[in-house]
């Protein structure tokens, strides 16, 4: 089991905006969270990146609980987890390679070293082409192919991507999800996969995680979902593209 998510919650102040939920994704498992906006999807990654701290329960990554470890522990633990935002959120004044390097600089990883993961990184996401180019010169779904490279600098075991296609045309869509499935075999990551769309959800989804108002409505594989027209879920992936 990768990742595991045991009885989280998270509060702040008063607001309960994650209720404590539970649940797991293998190695080279696609995980979509779905839900509309304000249901928690985004705190939900926060907390599995370490960016903030559950109120209750334990995350585990590889067996090991994350939020039980010393700040030097912790540093270690971030590194396996790499994170793909929203809007691709990027250094505009920052080239291609340096905004896919900024993790390996941030790290102190041996300069050639690090241009040679840069590369190989911005090669595979098929941006080689556009290596010196800045942000402000690439199309919506080059600068979700940087923000893809530059998650996994590290080599991280899981991916985490929150609304990485939203404002994308559905062909520039099909396009990143087909990079994340592939990236997905590739290395075998455990993604965690955020968004409101549920094309997306059908186009990848190995298993699904239906929140609404920081609780979980549904959770169960895709194909089941599928099945289950009763479902709120599956009662969407059947509506929509017909
Ligand atoms: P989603 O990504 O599903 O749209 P979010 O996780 O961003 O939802 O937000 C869920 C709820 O938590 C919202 O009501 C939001 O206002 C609240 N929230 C998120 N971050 C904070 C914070 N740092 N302080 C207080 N409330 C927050
Ligand atoms: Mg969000």
Do not use: C
């Not at 590369?119 to 690439?138: C, I, M």
């Not at 990143?176 to 409101?196: C, F, M, P, S, W």
């Not at 108002?213 to 059947?238: C, F, I, M, W």
């Amino acid at each position: 089991m990768t990742l595991q998510i045991d009885n989280v919650s998270k509060r702040y102040g008063d607001a309960t905006v994650l209720e404590p939920l539970s649940w797991s994704a293998e190695k080279g498992e696609i995980l979509a969270v779905v839900g509309p906006s304000g249901s928690g999807k985004s705190t939900l990654l926060h907390l599995i990146n370490l960016s903030t701290r559950p109120s209750t329960g334990a995350i585990y990554l590889d067996g090991e609980d994350l939020t039980a470890l010393g700040r030097r522990q912790l540093r270690d633990a971030r590194r396996k987890i790499g994170t793909a935002f929203q809007s691709a959120a990027l250094f505009q004044r920052r080239t291609v390679n340096a905004n896919v390097s900024l993790p390996l600089d941030y790290l102190g990883v041996e300069k050639n070293e690090a241009r040679a993961q840069t590369a190989r990184l911005v090669e595979r996401v098929g941006l080689a082409d556009r290596a010196d180019f800045y942000p402000g010169q690439l199309s919506g779904g080059q600068k979700q192919r940087v923000g893809i490279a530059r998650a996994l600098a590290l080599n991280p075991h899981v991916l985490l991507a929150d609304e990485i296609t939203s404002g994308l045309d559905p062909v520039t869509t099909a396009s990143i999800l087909d990079l994340i499935k592939a990236l997905r075999d590739e290395l075998q990551l455990t993604v965690v996969l955020v968004t409101h769309e549920m094309d997306v959800v059908r186009a990848v989804a190995d298993k699904v995680l239906y929140l609404e108002n920081g609780k979980v409505v549904e959770y169960d594989t895709a194909a089941a979902l599928l099945r289950d027209p009763a479902s709120h879920v599956g009662s969407q992936l059947l509506n929509w593209g017909q």
